[in-house]
């Protein structure tokens, strides 16, 4: 319907007000401003300024649009390598951080028993030197829990906790520790490459959550669109294996569940087909070593114990290794059993037996950015964390320091890590929110939120770049700069540590490192001019990338297999918990848009679910929406049922990132934290919590649950995407 | 009096403001669903009134189980106003709030709607949303709102725009150097933060246009287009 403005005034005949109708040239300064529809509204200027998203550690380049001094939406940088422009939900709700209602906005000292929650504010003075007078009544006694954050604030935490004889642990909840493990045995190389997904023809993803939450997902989703269509006559295929239809499992073009754990199996089944077929680009006399590896289980065995049907496993074979650029990539469930480090490993030896290391389309690993002054953060694993009971039970420690790290939500009750902090003799967490962990702390300084200050971000991987941020808004609150907080502690206990940093501030510190840095790297030019241009453009990369070649290629001598705690009669399903788009593992539920976002799968919102193969709830009984029990040897939780088709009729399925008994009004006492499930059980070798290795069972409740379920297509009602009405299956 | 329609109409006629989605790229991410949120001031409806169904996506990620264990399958498809040619929803508007701009938008005078929802029940892709209540962010939340677009109040339709805010903003800026926007230019905040590039935008009238070219592509479909209505937008089936 074309409505042209004369016509609506024909039409109710109000003449009169013509000339308060936009559209009339010249009479628009008149208008009440709400009077104008939102199609004729003048945009009013903005301002943009670069950052480096802070929301997971991918490192994101961002553009934020601040208008009157409010930053009003966060965009991608389109010159930033890592996301080209592009951004995820999680970034986009990063405003919901700067302006969270419940962002802890002065010091406080706590009062009343620990973890009690009851705080009084107290001056920055007392609270810097209550802290200070802590470091020094226990020398060598402080142990730092921060979240990763490689730049300078990882060599000024480094310095300073190096000259305090402490002990600083980067501390990655998602963190890729069996990657990272499988890699440095593979390759012999510490760093993650780049997966060219963008330019493989065929891939072969084991468990990888590489669209939803793996290593750098807006990289990543940016690469799947091109592997897809970007390329003209070509279009990427791509086959997911894991034990549940995980979001990233929905795009492919098959989806290949089998038994938990048994990963690294198939891919030892795969790899002895292709072997046997001889489709292989290895090196003269590298054969015999893979004929050892896969000689070691018949394929009959493997279909078996993956429960792949041999004709399944052969078709994936011949598919990989016909494949003009093949690549297999590990991850997600994959990685997360006793065995994960192991499976990878086999994941990394398919690549090694097509040859596709440093290929188009295949691994390839990126000179990394030189001369950025001491700034890796690399994060230890679970295990490093559990280990430091000991030290505080036996007094080697007792000063503990949290930024931006929540261990007592994100590690499992059946770790004991809470003693940690019960035997700490003082508490100190630099936190802008309380979560679970900085509620049970005895002082907090809080940090400004990462858009209200100075910081940069090194992106490694495919993407090495030195992302800097700079304050796009005035800091809200009495908050302060963790890193003006260490430099002043510096001076305060002066001496050799105050040498070593002896900046006044962060800002002056980041300056310096970069100052170095562009000396080497733009020689020439003057550096007040280099940096203003640094700041516009969000950082420095390079131009393009130089490839860097590997040469240790070591194979696993067996593959392992994965160990499982709970008794399979008692216990007869398997557990898979995932993180959600938005939430991730906790981190995002005090902001409501991500709450109120909904899962993809389920359209679950502002809530905690069970998934169940339909099949197997009828079995039990269980109707759609009644909340069951769902017990582990270490914990039980209750939460609603939602049928899930993509699990398989052995497996329990929960989402992360509820559950949470602080942090704040939107998360706090919403949902069930799966985690309390979980075994402490680690993979063998990188000590990463092996999240998939807990066997459950599920009990009806009778009761009947609200999960809200903002599903427009309507149960009945489901069309199929091509947009034929069917009914439903 | 200047006649409306010649406002936005560049030398070479008016625009027809179209989308294309790629099936085969779009994941179900949902970075659409926040960008557009936050660009559109669109309200949060808390756990409590999204159980009752009254919780506004203007963009959303609708999702299709097919299948059975272990043949299972799940699609994502994103939908958004399609901004009819031939739109359900203007003709049954009393006092109308919904009508067509010359360049292909279907568009909403929030001050006009009169809250009968007639329009929302005959809207076959159920796009539009329906404020129960005067919207609500809690302090200082309410700081991030987007000055381009009102807030609108309770008992108010509203749905996607294709943000007409930047359209506007990029024409007024062409208008000025005397040129037509050129494709690119606009991008509403669903297509400008999509990481994997499955949503494009611009100009139907532009032979040359991306999304001139993609919609003729034999993947193409329109959604219910059966029923007549014209969208603006042409979806990509996923690929085989
Ligand atoms: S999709 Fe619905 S709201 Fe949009 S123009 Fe068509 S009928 Fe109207
Ligand atoms: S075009 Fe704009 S208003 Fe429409 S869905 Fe996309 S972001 Fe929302
Ligand atoms: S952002 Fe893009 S890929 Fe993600 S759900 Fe939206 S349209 Fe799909």
Redesign the interface.
């Known amino acids: 319907m074309d409505l042209k403005r004369r016509d609506f005034l024909k039409v109710l005949g109000v003449t009169a007000a013509g000339s308060l109708l936009p559209g009339c040239a010249g009479e628009t300064k008149k208008l009440i401003p709400y009077v104008i529809p939102d199609e004729e509204i003048i945009p009013g200027v903005a301002d943009w300024y670069a950052s480096v998203c802070r929301e997971c550690d991918a490192g994101c380049g961002i553009l934020v649009r601040v208008m009157e001094g409010r930053a009003k939406k966060v965009e991608g940088n389109p010159a930033h390598p890592v996301n080209r422009g592009k951004l995820c939900a999680k970034g986009q709700a990063s405003l919901q951080g700067l302006y969270n209602p419940d962002r802890i906005q002065e010091p406080l000292q706590r009062e009343g028993a620990r973890g009690e929650g009851r705080f009084r504010p107290i001056s920055w003075e007392d609270g810097i030197s209550r802290w200070v007078s802590t470091l020094e009544k226990y020398p060598g006694g402080a142990v730092m829990i921060s979240r990763p954050v490689p730049g300078t604030l990882s060599r000024l935490f480094s310095t300073f906790m190096k000259e305090i004889s402490g002990r600083l642990l980067f501390y990655d909840p998602s963190g890729e520790g069996t990657l990272q493990a499988a890699n440095r045995r593979s390759f012999g190389v510490d760093r993650f490459p780049e997966y060219d997904i963008a330019n493989a023809t065929y891939l072969l993803s084991f468990g990888t959550p590489f669209l939803s939450d793996w290593l750098s997902p807006v990289h990543y989703g940016l690469a799947y669109g091109e592997m897809r269509q970007g390329r003209p006559a070509v279009r990427g295929r791509f086959v997911q294996i894991e034990p549940r239809l995980s979001m990233t499992a929905a795009s492919a073009d098959r989806w290949v569940p089998l038994r938990p754990g048994t990963e690294g199996l198939l891919a030892l089944g795969i790899g002895q087909v292709i072997l046997k077929e001889g489709r292989v680009r290895l090196a003269q006399g590298d054969r015999s070593r893979f004929e050892k590896l896969y000689g070691t289980v018949s394929l009959d065995q493997i279909a078996a114990k993956t429960e792949v049907p041999r004709e399944e496993i052969i078709r994936l074979a011949r598919e990989f290794s016909e494949a003009a650029a093949p690549l297999a990539i590990g991850g997600g469930t994959a990685s997360s059993q006793t065995n994960g480090t192991n499976t990878l490993m086999a994941v990394n030896a398919l690549n090694l037996l097509v040859g596709n290391l440093g290929e188009s389309g295949g691994i390839r690993f990126i000179e990394p950015l030189q001369g950025f002054p001491a700034a890796a953060a690399t994060p230890v694993s679970d295990q490093a964390l559990l280990n430091l009971k000991d030290s505080f039970k036996n007094k080697k420690r007792s000063l503990l320091m949290l930024y931006q790290s929540n261990p007592l939500y994100t590690l499992p009750p059946s770790t004991h890590f809470g003693e940690v902090f019960d035997q700490a003799a003082f508490t100190v967490s630099f936190s802008s929110f309380m979560d679970e962990s900085t509620a049970m702390a005895d002082l907090i300084l809080p940090d400004h939120f990462f858009l209200e200050a100075w910081g940069d971000f090194l992106s490694d991987g495919g993407t090495p770049a030195a992302g800097l941020g700079q304050p796009v808004v005035i800091p809200r609150n009495n908050t302060r700069p963790v890193g003006d907080l260490f430099l002043s502690a510096a001076k305060r206990i002066g001496g050799n540590i105050e040498k070593q940093l002896p900046w006044t501030d962060f800002r002056t510190m980041l300056e310096d490192q970069w100052k170095t840095f562009l000396a080497r790297e733009v020689p020439g030019q003057p550096f007040e001019i280099a940096w203003i241009e640094r700041l516009q453009q969000g950082g420095w990369w390079k131009p393009e990338q130089r490839l860097i070649s590997v040469s240790r290629r070591p194979l696993p001598e067996s593959i392992e297999s994965a160990q499982f705690e709970g008794d399979e009669k008692q216990f007869p399903f398997y557990l898979t918990l995932f993180e959600s788009m938005g939430l991730q593992r906790g981190e995002g539920a005090n902001r409501p848009w991500l709450q109120e976002l909904p899962d993809p799968a389920t359209t679950v919102v502002w809530g905690s679910w069970v998934e169940i193969n339909p099949r197997t709830a009828r079995q039990y009984g269980i109707q759609e929406r009644e909340i069951v029990r769902v017990i582990s040897p270490y914990g039980e939780v209750e939460a609603p049922v939602i049928f899930f088709p993509g699990n398989r009729p052995d497996l329990i399925s929960m989402p992360l990132g509820q559950g949470h008994t602080a942090y704040g009004r939107y998360a706090k006492g919403r949902g069930v934290n799966p985690v309390i499930l979980l075994a402490p059980l680690v993979d063998r070798d990188s000590g990463t919590l092996a999240m998939g290795a807990t066997r459950v069972r599920i009990e009806r409740t009778g009761r009947r649950g609200k999960p809200v379920l903002v599903d427009q297509t309507g149960e009945g009602t489901r069309r199929s995407p091509e947009g034929r009405r069917r009914s439903e299956t | ?5 010649d ?1 936005n109409a560049p030398p070479g006629g008016p625009y027809q403001w179209g989308m294309v989605i ?4 779009c ?5 659409c ?3 557009c ?3 559109n001031n669109v309200r ?4 409590e009134e ?2 009752k ?1 009254r ?1 506004n ?1 203007w963009i ?11 043949n ?6 994103p ?1 958004l106003c399609q901004h009819c040619g ?2 359900p929803c ?2 049954v508007c009393p006092v ?1 709030a919904a ?4 360049d292909g ?1 279907n ?6 709607c009169v809250g009968v929802r007639y329009c929302g029940n005959n809207c076959p892709y ?1 796009v539009r949303y329906f404020n129960w209540f005067d919207p609500h962010w ?13 807030v609108r109040s309770g008992g108010v339709m509203e749905k996607c ?1 294709f943000c ?6 990029a024409q ?1 800026t062409a208008q000025k150097e005397g040129r037509r926007v050129k494709d690119g230019e606009i991008t509403p ?1 669903c297509v ?7 949503l494009v935008f611009g100009d139907r009238n532009d032979p040359n246009s991306r999304v001139s070219k993609l919609k003729e592509s034999r993947r193409g ?6 029923l007549g209505t014209e969208p603006a937008i042409t ?1 990509l ?4």
């Not at chain 2, 479909?221 to 059966?226: P, T």
Request: charged share 30%; glycine share 4%.
């Open positions: 009096m200047v006649d409306y329609r406002q790629d099936l085969d790229r994941t179900g991410c949902e970075a669903v926040v960008a949120r936050a660009e949060i409806s808390g756990e999204a159980s169904g919780a996506y959303r990620i609708e999702r299709y189980w097919e299948g059975e264990y272990p299972a399958q799940l699609k994502f498809m939908v031939s739109a203007e003709p109308y009508y067509h701009t010359p938008l568009a909403q005078v929030y001050n006009r159920t809690d302090e200082p939340l309410n700081e991030q709102l987007n000055p381009d677009v009102t725009t007409v805010q930047r359209i506007r903003g007024r905040a400008q933060s999509c990481p994997t590039e499955a479909f329109r959604l219910l287009e059966e979806y089936k996923k690929a085989e």
